[in-house]
């Protein structure tokens, strides 16, 4: 009896019993939790992916590299500046029937220069390309 008292009064006055559940305020913090979590795992994987392509590229130039020193040694009269790509190729260590390309952080893809020695990358417009800015830290190059 005393019960039905109560809950006639909290009806009468307005006032509710708490339910379980989400507020909207609790939801709102769950949310902005979940997209922070997310946008700091975009920007780490852009990190990764640049880290990537470059380490890609460091290894189609060793490929490349270590193609000119054995044609070099098997032809040692021949100056690296007249090696052509069609000389180069078939000492490829994959095999391939081409020159390997890699791809630059503008999604670009960049050619090998093999009439140099070391090799380097060249841009769409025929320029060394090292975003890194370093010549000797093995990513987007040989390395020293």
């Known amino acids: ?5 109560i809950r006639h009064s909290d009806k ?3 006032m509710r019993h708490r339910q379980s559940g989400l507020t909207i305020l609790e939801m709102t913090v769950v949310i902005l ?3 922070t979590l997310a946008g700091i795992s975009f920007f780490a994987m852009s990190g990764y992916r640049e880290w990537q ?9 060793r490929m490349v590299y270590n193609a000119q020193r054995t044609y070099l040694a098997e032809h040692p009269i021949e100056s690296p500046s007249a ?3 069609e000389k180069i190729i078939p000492y490829l260590s994959n095999g391939s029937s081409a020159l ?8 670009s893809v960049l050619e090998v220069d ?4 070391p090799p380097v990358l060249l841009d769409s417009n025929g320029n060394d390309y090292d975003p890194s800015g370093d010549t000797n830290d093995g990513l987007w190059d040989v390395g020293g």
């Open 114 to 117: 093999v009439t140099v020695s």
């Open 100 to 107: 390997p390309t890699a791809q630059a952080l503008d999604d």
């Open 1 to 5: 009896m005393y019960k039905q008292i």
């Open 12 to 14: 009468l006055f307005g």
């Open 83 to 85: 090696l052509t790509a």
């Open 33 to 35: 939790v979940l997209l």
């Open 53 to 61: 392509r470059g380490s890609e590229g460091s290894r189609v130039l």
